[in-house]
């Protein structure tokens, strides 16, 4: 598709599991980026890849978040032992270098 | 570091109203500034950018102007219509920080007939 795909749309889990959120760039665009909107409230930058350079994780609020990116293709985000405070919209965008970045629509993650 | 303020919301306007959302930032240097756009039920879209000092974005009938010397992004629009309705996001990226983007907390403005 020509914009950023992400899925699931929607993951619901109890407290305690692990939780793998997916994202496809745009074809071409060499960065990739992971920001957290909790409810009500603005986006906060979790990650970002950019190239073969090392990962800005500068973001990433425990050790039990952690992000990889297969070359400049898909990227996952993994959670481990999930608590409530994880629940939020989980968005990635990417970019053509310092382009603009464009923004998937987002998962949804509801921790019981 | 990098800070985005933004007034909070929700914002309530009857059409044809004019809309004005403030923004100011704290940031390193010489920051590139942006409005995002959320719709409700879509995704996040890029609504405007200015990347250097006295820059003026626009689009939609949108204007933001890069004002340096306040430190300020403020969006308007003359004349607003239902479907203006959405949360509107002031965001930066400044070299210093790499290239994530730093967002405020969201302007929810709803436009009613």
């Known amino acids: 598709g020509a914009g950023v795909s992400q899925s699931p749309s929607n993951k619901v889990t109890e407290k305690g599991k692990d939780v793998e959120l997916r994202c496809d760039p745009i074809?071409?665009?060499?960065?990739l980026y992971w920001y957290r909107q909790r409810l009500g409230q603005g986006l906060e930058f979790l990650i970002y890849f950019q190239g073969n350079s090392a990962p800005d994780k500068s973001g990433l609020p425990s050790d039990r978040f952690s992000a990889e990116r297969t070359g400049e293709s898909v990227s996952t985000l993994t959670i481990q032992r999930t608590q409530q405070e994880d629940s939020a919209v989980y968005l990635c965008?990417?970019?053509?270098?310092?382009?603009?970045?464009?923004f998937g629509d987002g998962t949804r993650l509801s921790i019981l | 570091g990098d800070s985005v303020t933004q007034m909070e919301g929700p914002v309530t306007l009857s059409e044809e109203a004019f809309l004005t959302i403030n923004c100011t930032y704290t940031a390193t240097g010489y920051p590139s500034l942006f409005w995002y756009v959320q719709y409700p039920g879509e995704g996040l879209q890029l609504l405007l950018k200015?990347?250097?000092?006295?820059d003026k974005g626009s689009n939609k009938g949108f204007e933001a102007s890069y004002r340096k010397e306040t430190t300020s992004f403020h969006l308007e629009k003359g004349s607003v219509q239902v479907s203006d309705s959405a949360v509107y996001f002031c965001?930066?990226?400044?070299?210093?920080?790499?290239?994530?983007?730093?967002f405020g907390g969201g302007t929810r403005v709803l436009v009613k007939p």
């Open positions: 200015a990347t250097k000092a006295d």
């Open positions: 074809s071409g665009h060499t960065a």
């Open positions: 965001a930066l990226r400044s070299k210093a920080a790499g290239n994530k983007l730093t």
């Open positions: 965008a990417s970019s053509l270098d310092v382009q603009p970045q464009h």
